[in-house]
């Protein structure tokens, strides 16, 4: 038997709602995800990444297609399946009138953790997420990204080996964000788990995922590093220079880091990986020229669907 | 598992209950307001129109029962209120558990609030319309109660199985259900003067036996128990493979996601 986190086959979802007629939401999904590794769903709103989480989590059942979690059937198993897996949703939200530390302890008793084991998970939990001085902060007077640590401290009461994170820094202040992907990595790497995170974001699908794969409109369009993800669909950030003056082309394509040029008169537009220290030698090789404008362009990624719609 | 996990599975919703209602105001007016408020009019009622002794605790009976009833099923829907108002389903069906852990643990919930509001109006109605509940003993008291909370565990149930099947509005609808009971089961009146219809409904509802039951004591008469208690099993048997089913429908709709967003 597998024990592979997630073997996805043909999975396939319609919303069917009274008297309206049905919308196709996932179409023909198959992917496996590997043990240990945190696998990225990148997409834009409304491509299916809450749906696909929630299937894979059981939270909801596929029309169609086969579906095993960490070797277990996804629908005759799935109350085994619960016992060790568990989620963060994206916009998490708790009992509003309970504190931190009884949003915990409810929780905690909701996986059949007692007596003292449940407060030392749940003491455990506290100290690991630096939710201490919020212990007895009822959920609605949390900010986002409390919320969003709550959230993760939850999901990691039974000590899961498959860990569902939708949309984890939605909505956070970007230094919240980047502190929130460090804990991620962390427990990743403490706790040994297997990790299925989505994302509207290309830097942090990049900076947490082993492997991402790209829906949209309930399509799988491609799977892939996020190495060669960049390479293949142009997923690197877009430097547009404007300059007077001469600049060496085919130096510039050939430099390590640069993933493709386009050129017009005056103009350039290089797609670049920001991790290769590319920036730096771009802009000595136009010390020749008059700088007259630069930009640097983050991945959109409604062009790259666009692109791939193609 | 062991035993002791297990019954905190069930615990965990009468927790979440507990801690919801003591920071919450108006649950107070749940158990003190409201409760007094009926008994009062009621009692106030039968002085007015000089209803005699026995009949005084027929519609007093009635009055306490009403209300018990309904403290105690708005605990059992809580269980599902509580988490689509705050938005936190997702988090609890992610959760390795039944319907029937949360319907117990909140139920149990109930059980304690119910009796507390029964044991407020038992001594109300003692000391200002002489109504003594415990003149037949303490058994035919602790029957009657089971049957009230059975009954309610039961409507409970109902309202969170038209959640889970109709979404964000149907906790409206199933508030009637409480008005119905008012209607049918004999509340204020026996179900004899009921129109032929409505006496069949009202026997297919557990709380009419156990009503009828309970005034026998004041008022001798007869009475079906045994009738009223395999209904309210069967009901609550029933009602619990009917939740998990509804939430395995609520699965398969996405239902379930719709009631966190
Ligand atoms: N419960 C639901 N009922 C009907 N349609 C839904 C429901 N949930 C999501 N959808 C639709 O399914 C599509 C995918 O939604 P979702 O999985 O939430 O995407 P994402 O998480 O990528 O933004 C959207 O078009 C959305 O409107
Ligand atoms: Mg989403």
Same mark, same amino acid.
């Given at each position: 038997?597998?024990?592979?986190?997630?073997?996805?086959?043909?999975?396939?979802?319609?919303?069917?709602?009274?008297?309206?007629?049905?919308?196709?939401?996932?179409?023909?999904?198959?992917?496996?995800?590997?043990?240990?590794?945190?696998?990225?769903?990148?997409?834009?709103?409304?491509?299916?990444?809450?749906?696909?989480?929630?299937?894979?989590?059981?939270?909801?059942?596929?029309?169609?297609?086969?579906?095993?979690?960490?070797?277990?059937?996804?629908?005759?198993?799935?109350?085994?399946?619960?016992?060790?897996?568990?989620?963060?949703?994206?916009?998490?939200?708790?009992?509003?009138?309970?504190?931190?530390?009884?949003?915990?302890?409810?929780?905690?008793?909701?996986?059949?953790?007692?007596?003292?084991?449940?407060?030392?998970?749940?003491?455990?939990?506290?100290?690991?997420?630096?939710?201490?001085? +919020?212990?007895?902060?009822? &959920?609605? %007077? =949390?900010?986002?990204?409390?919320?969003?640590?709550?959230?993760?401290?939850?999901?990691?009461?039974?000590?899961?080996?498959?860990?569902?994170?939708?949309?984890?820094?939605?909505?956070?202040?970007?230094?919240?964000?980047?502190?929130?992907?460090?804990?991620?990595?962390?427990?990743?790497?403490?706790?040994?788990?297997?990790?299925?995170?989505?994302?509207?974001?290309?830097? #942090?699908?990049?900076?947490?995922?082993?492997?991402? *794969?790209?829906?949209?409109?309930?399509?799988?369009?491609?799977?892939?590093?996020?190495? %060669?993800?960049?390479?293949?669909?142009?997923?690197?950030?877009?430097?547009?220079?404007?300059?007077?003056?001469? *600049?060496?082309?085919?130096?510039?394509?050939?430099?390590?880091?640069?993933?493709?040029?386009?050129?017009?008169?005056?103009?350039?537009?290089?797609?670049?990986?920001?991790?290769?220290?590319?920036?730096?030698?771009?802009?000595?090789?136009?010390?020749?020229?008059?700088?007259?404008?630069?930009?640097?362009?983050?991945?959109?990624?409604?062009?790259?669907?666009?692109?791939? /719609?193609? | 598992?062991?035993?002791?996990?297990?019954?905190?599975?069930?615990?965990?919703?009468?927790?979440?209950?507990?801690?919801?209602?003591?920071?919450?105001?108006?649950?107070? +007016?749940? =158990? +003190?307001?409201?409760?007094?408020?009926?008994?009062?009019?009621?009692?106030?009622?039968?002085?007015?129109?000089?209803?005699?002794?026995?009949?005084?605790?027929?519609?007093?009976?009635?009055?306490?029962?009403?209300?018990?009833?309904?403290?105690?099923?708005?605990?059992?829907?809580?269980?599902?209120?509580?988490?689509?108002?705050?938005?936190?389903?997702?988090?609890?069906?992610?959760?390795?558990?039944?319907?029937?852990?949360?319907?117990?643990? /909140?139920?149990?919930?109930?059980?304690?609030?119910?009796?507390?509001?029964?044991?407020?109006? *038992?001594?109300?109605?003692?000391?200002?319309?002489?109504?003594?509940?415990?003149?037949?003993?303490?058994?035919?008291?602790?029957? &009657?109660?089971?049957?009230?909370? *059975?009954?309610?565990?039961?409507?409970?149930?109902?309202?969170?199985?038209?959640?889970?099947?109709?979404?964000?509005?149907?906790?409206?609808?199933?508030?009637?259900?409480?008005?119905?009971?008012?209607?049918?089961?004999?509340?204020?009146?026996?179900? #004899?003067?009921?129109?032929?219809?409505?006496?069949?409904?009202?026997?297919?509802?557990?709380?009419?036996?156990?009503?009828?039951?309970?005034?026998?004591?004041?008022?001798?008469?007869?009475?079906?128990?045994?009738?009223?208690?395999?209904?309210?099993?069967?009901?609550?048997?029933?009602?619990?493979?009917?939740?998990?089913?509804?939430?395995?429908?609520?699965?398969?709709?996405?239902?379930? =996601?719709?009631?966190?967003?």
């Amino acid at each position: 038997m597998t024990k592979k986190p997630v073997e996805a086959k043909g999975i396939c979802k319609r919303y069917k709602s009274f008297l309206e007629s049905s919308t196709t939401v996932l179409q023909n999904i198959s992917l496996d995800i590997e043990e240990g590794e945190i696998f990225g769903l990148l997409g834009p709103n409304g491509s299916g990444k809450t749906t696909l989480i929630s299937i894979f989590s059981t939270l909801i059942y596929p029309e169609q297609g086969s579906l095993f979690i960490l070797g277990m059937d996804a629908r005759r198993d799935n109350g085994e399946i619960r016992k060790v897996i568990n989620i963060s949703t994206a916009k998490p939200n708790f009992p509003w009138s309970l504190t931190v530390q009884e949003n915990l302890r409810h929780y905690g008793m909701l996986y059949g953790l007692y007596g003292s084991a449940l407060s030392r998970t749940v003491g455990d939990q506290i100290d690991a997420f630096e939710l201490g001085d +919020f212990r007895d902060t009822k &959920f609605e %007077n =949390l900010s986002t990204g409390l919320k969003q640590r709550l959230s993760l401290a939850k999901a990691m009461l039974n000590h899961p080996r498959l860990l569902f994170l939708d949309e984890p820094t939605t909505g956070l202040d970007p230094d919240i964000s980047i502190k929130t992907r460090m804990l991620i990595k962390r427990i990743h790497q403490e706790q040994n788990i297997s990790v299925v995170l989505s994302t509207h974001y290309m830097p #942090e699908a990049e900076m947490l995922c082993d492997r991402i *794969a790209f829906l949209r409109k309930g399509q799988i369009v491609a799977l892939d590093t996020p190495r %060669n993800l960049k390479k293949h669909l142009g997923l690197g950030e877009k430097v547009v220079v404007s300059y007077e003056g001469p *600049a060496d082309i085919r130096a510039l394509e050939s430099m390590p880091g640069v993933l493709g040029v386009k050129a017009e008169k005056g103009r350039l537009e290089i797609m670049i990986d920001r991790n290769e220290d590319s920036l730096d030698r771009i802009i000595k090789l136009f010390c020749n020229a008059r700088i007259l404008d630069i930009t640097i362009k983050e991945p959109d990624l409604e062009d790259v669907f666009l692109e791939l /719609a193609r | 598992m062991n035993w002791q996990g297990e019954l905190n599975k069930y615990l965990a919703s009468a927790y979440k209950n507990w801690i919801t209602s003591k920071r919450n105001i108006f649950t107070l +007016f749940e =158990l +003190f307001f409201w409760p007094m408020i009926s008994l009062l009019s009621i009692g106030l009622l039968t002085r007015f129109l000089k209803v005699e002794g026995s009949m005084v605790s027929f519609l007093l009976v009635g009055a306490i029962a009403l209300t018990i009833l309904q403290v105690a099923q708005i605990d059992v829907a809580y269980v599902l209120l509580f988490d689509m108002w705050s938005k936190s389903i997702k988090n609890t069906f992610i959760a390795p558990i039944h319907s029937y852990h949360l319907v117990f643990g /909140a139920t149990l919930f109930g059980i304690l609030r119910g009796s507390v509001v029964f044991f407020i109006l *038992a001594i109300v109605s003692r000391y200002l319309f002489g109504f003594d509940f415990q003149e037949g003993g303490l058994l035919p008291v602790l029957i &009657f109660l089971a049957g009230v909370f *059975a009954t309610a565990a039961v409507i409970g149930i109902i309202v969170c199985i038209s959640i889970l099947t109709f979404g964000q509005k149907a906790d409206v609808a199933a508030w009637s259900l409480s008005g119905m009971i008012l209607l049918v089961s004999g509340i204020y009146y026996p179900v #004899e003067v009921l129109p032929p219809l409505l006496q069949t409904l009202a026997r297919a509802i557990p709380l009419t036996y156990f009503l009828e039951y309970y005034r026998s004591v004041f008022i001798p008469g007869p009475h079906h128990l045994a009738i009223g208690a395999f209904l309210a099993v069967f009901y609550l048997v029933l009602g619990l493979i009917l939740f998990d089913r509804a939430i395995e429908r609520a699965r398969r709709t996405g239902i379930l =996601l719709r009631l966190s967003e």
